[in-house]
């Protein structure tokens, strides 16, 4: 069975601070893929990121970057200079290798950033 | 801007009513999905078409029936539906389904209420 958690609920920060959302998983099978999406009010999940299990670098994209441990089961996203238009619900999900196509989602963290 | 495209973005129907939902894509993907999302809930996958073909059936009643009239195409025919039906629907397509590469793209959604 897979898991994906998301403890924060809800996050509220002041425009242009930092902010780490947290992503821990639990699945057995030993290939995997791990993805964010964001969720805006309009309600289209937008992706973000897919990261693989077997390669374990760390990615920036922007104000946005990921950091992937193998040995916590976590999966982080940092927001840098958080801006008012990052206000969202964010999900961490995972697919397995032989999970087909479905995707384990999170309970998702929604993001309030205040100007 | 997205390039799965659903419409229509918001439904009101009572629950005689027969009404469809429509997804359409253009990237050339070959897997299609239907997702209810409750509010403040993570997606939950309902359907599954892989190369024209139904895949997957996550035991959605049969109040709601999908159709792919062709790989760019899906549609969610919707009659006697209940009062905790109203969601949000959300269509979705990726590239190579089962492969590795595999990543899932979503729409707008559509905003669903039954009166």
């Known amino acids: 069975a897979q898991k994906v958690t998301q403890a924060q609920t809800e996050i509220s920060v002041v425009e242009k601070e930092d902010v780490t959302l947290d992503c821990v998983y639990e699945?057995?099978?030993?290939?995997?893929?791990l993805f964010w999406y964001k969720q805006p009010p309009s309600g289209e999940l937008v992706f973000l990121i897919r990261?693989?299990?077997?390669?374990?670098q760390n990615e920036i994209s922007g104000r946005y970057s990921w950091n992937f441990q193998k040995s916590t089961s976590s999966f982080n996203f940092t927001i840098t200079a958080s801006q008012v238009v990052d206000s969202a619900v964010y999900f961490c999900?995972?697919?397995?290798?032989?999970?087909?196509?479905?995707?384990?989602f999170g309970t998702g963290t929604k993001l309030q950033v205040i100007p | 801007d997205t390039e799965v495209t659903q419409t229509p973005k918001h439904l009101v129907m009572g629950m005689t009513n027969k009404k469809s939902l429509k997804c359409e894509q253009h990237?050339?993907?070959?897997?299609m999905y239907w997702y209810k999302q409750k509010a403040k809930k993570p997606p939950e996958l309902m359907f599954v078409?892989?190369?024209?073909?139904?895949?997957i059936n996550e035991s959605v009643p049969s109040r709601f029936s999908p159709e792919c009239p062709n790989s760019s195409l899906l549609n969610l025919h919707l009659h006697a539906l209940q009062p905790e039906d109203s969601a949000l629907y959300l269509c979705?397509?990726?590239?190579?389904?089962?492969?590795?590469?595999?990543?899932?793209?979503f729409g707008e959604g559509s905003w669903l209420t039954v009166v």
């Open positions: 979705a397509s990726s590239q190579a389904p089962g492969t590795r590469q595999d990543t899932i793209y």
């Open positions: 699945t057995r099978d030993t290939t995997y893929y």
């Open positions: 990261r693989n299990s077997f390669d374990e």
């Open positions: 999900a995972l697919r397995a290798e032989g999970g087909y196509q479905k995707v384990t």
């Open positions: 990237m050339g993907h070959r897997a």
């Open positions: 078409y892989s190369y024209e073909k139904l895949s």
